[in-house]
């Protein structure tokens, strides 16, 4: 009889089976990265103690799900795993579930109750649950039925300068109405909350602005896998793909968007990609936008850049950047710059964009 286990990928022994079965099963990256997030994970054994089916949560995404057809039926195994798996999350109080996976296994998904959201050559991510990406979409804002020009700006604003809103502004003059979407992810120096609260503040003039987080759909940490892709390099290529084909099928066509504005980047090789991937999937429906960077001093080639206020907040030099922020971000970092000093001295990171 066949019996499904937690496991424990920090006994040596267990891990090197848990390897070699995925490995088998076509699933070859155990980097640190891959393996850092991972909460829980479980496997199901046959009557001979092999290993013949794995799953793993990390978060509210499931990972690493391989069955063998060896003995046994594959579907039987899969149901059997994957209902394991949303149990585990139920009794912590998560009843939203995202899967990333291979093209060819969206019906054995689909067939347990999954919803694909993107699809690429690459692979596919599927949710399941509630609040969903309908829910998110209805609890956004309302565009005026006036509104024949919509756009969208997605922002991480970590924090929100100057160069934020110039772009915000950009994308105001030039349409009727714009949904600005904060990045969700408490994995930035500034919170979700402060930085959506910030992005509010700085554009509260701007009457035809509407600021709301993103939710889990867009440039979060439900990254596409890299134990899918043979070569590690083509995953930023892959991933920025799939996340601005979520956005065209889930965001943009729904909520009748029809342009997203993007600063260029001439700091950052990541978002450059992510900017070419956007420019390859979301025309002819959604035009992008490239809005050329900011500058502090005016005409000088010293952008704005979020990066550079975090430095100065690490530092203390504050007032080095004073130009560079509104009001509203000048005045909280100020007010809270001790504390932001110690979140960076605890490890928060202060790199990236």
Same mark, same amino acid.
């Given at each position: 009889?066949?019996?499904?286990? *937690?496991?424990?990928?920090?006994?040596?022994?267990?891990?090197?089976?848990?390897?070699q079965f995925l490995t088998r099963q076509g699933l070859a990256d155990f980097s640190d990265q891959e393996l850092a997030g991972l909460d829980q994970t479980f496997a199901i054994y046959d009557d001979r103690e092999q290993m013949v089916g794995t799953g793993s949560i990390a978060g509210q995404t499931l990972k +690493?799900?391989? $069955?063998?057809?060896? #003995?046994?039926? &594959?579907?039987?195994?899969?149901?059997?795993? $994957?209902?394991?798996?949303?149990?585990?999350?139920?009794?912590? !109080?998560?009843?939203?579930?995202?899967?990333?996976?291979?093209?060819? +296994?969206?019906?054995?998904?689909?067939?347990? %109750?999954?919803?694909?959201? @993107?699809?690429?050559?690459?692979?596919?991510?599927?949710?399941?649950?509630?609040?969903? $990406?309908?829910?998110?979409?209805?609890?956004?804002?309302?565009?005026?039925?006036?509104?024949?020009?919509?756009?969208?700006?997605?922002?991480? @604003?970590?924090?929100?300068?100057? !160069?934020? &809103?110039?772009?915000? =502004?950009?994308? @105001?003059?030039?349409?009727?109405?714009?949904?600005?979407?904060?990045?969700?992810?408490?994995?930035?120096?500034?919170?979700?909350?402060?930085?959506? &609260?910030? $992005?509010? *503040?700085?554009?509260?003039?701007?009457?035809?602005?509407?600021?709301?987080? %993103?939710?889990?759909?867009?440039?979060?940490?439900?990254?596409?896998?890299? +134990?899918?892709?043979?070569?590690?390099?083509?995953?930023?290529?892959?991933?920025?793909?799939?996340?601005?084909?979520?956005?065209? =099928?889930?965001?943009?066509?729904?909520? #009748?968007?029809?342009?997203?504005?993007? !600063?260029?980047?001439?700091?950052?090789?990541?978002?450059?990609?992510?900017?070419? @991937?956007?420019?390859?999937?979301?025309?002819? =429906?959604?035009?992008? *936008?490239?809005?050329?960077?900011?500058? =502090?001093?005016?005409?000088?080639?010293?952008?704005?850049?979020?990066?550079?206020? &975090?430095?100065?907040?690490?530092? !203390?030099?504050?007032?080095?950047?004073?130009?560079?922020l509104p009001a509203p971000s000048a005045s909280f970092i100020e007010k809270h710059l001790t504390d932001l000093q110690a979140r960076i001295k605890k #490890?928060?990171?202060?790199? %990236?964009?």
């Amino acid at each position: 009889m066949e019996t499904i286990q *937690e496991i424990y990928l920090t006994n040596p022994t267990t891990k090197k089976d848990w390897q070699q079965f995925l490995t088998r099963q076509g699933l070859a990256d155990f980097s640190d990265q891959e393996l850092a997030g991972l909460d829980q994970t479980f496997a199901i054994y046959d009557d001979r103690e092999q290993m013949v089916g794995t799953g793993s949560i990390a978060g509210q995404t499931l990972k +690493y799900l391989a $069955v063998s057809a060896i #003995g046994a039926s &594959r579907g039987t195994r899969f149901n059997r795993l $994957v209902s394991t798996l949303e149990t585990t999350l139920a009794q912590e !109080g998560i009843f939203h579930l995202f899967v990333f996976t291979k093209v060819q +296994y969206e019906q054995s998904f689909v067939h347990v %109750g999954f919803a694909t959201l @993107a699809k690429t050559n690459a692979g596919l991510i599927l949710e399941k649950g509630l609040p969903n $990406v309908a829910s998110f979409r209805a609890a956004l804002p309302k565009k005026p039925d006036s509104a024949k020009r919509v756009a969208a700006v997605v922002l991480n @604003a970590n924090p929100f300068t100057k !160069g934020h &809103r110039y772009l915000v =502004e950009t994308a @105001a003059r030039k349409n009727d109405f714009v949904y600005v979407f904060v990045v969700e992810e408490d994995q930035s120096l500034f919170t979700t909350e402060e930085r959506l &609260r910030l $992005v509010q *503040e700085g554009t509260s003039d701007l009457a035809n602005v509407k600021v709301a987080t %993103g939710g889990p759909y867009m440039v979060s940490s439900l990254s596409f896998p890299a +134990y899918f892709l043979k070569d590690d390099s083509q995953r930023v290529s892959y991933q920025t793909r799939l996340d601005a084909t979520l956005f065209k =099928e889930q965001i943009a066509k729904p909520l #009748g968007i029809t342009s997203r504005y993007v !600063g260029t980047e001439p700091l950052s090789q990541t978002t450059n990609q992510y900017n070419q @991937a956007l420019q390859e999937v979301l025309p002819p =429906e959604v035009q992008v *936008e490239l809005v050329p960077r900011m500058t =502090e001093p005016a005409g000088s080639q010293q952008v704005i850049s979020a990066r550079t206020v &975090r430095k100065a907040i690490q530092t !203390g030099r504050v007032q080095d950047v004073a130009d560079m922020l509104p009001a509203p971000s000048a005045s909280f970092i100020e007010k809270h710059l001790t504390d932001l000093q110690a979140r960076i001295k605890k #490890g928060q990171k202060i790199d %990236g964009n």
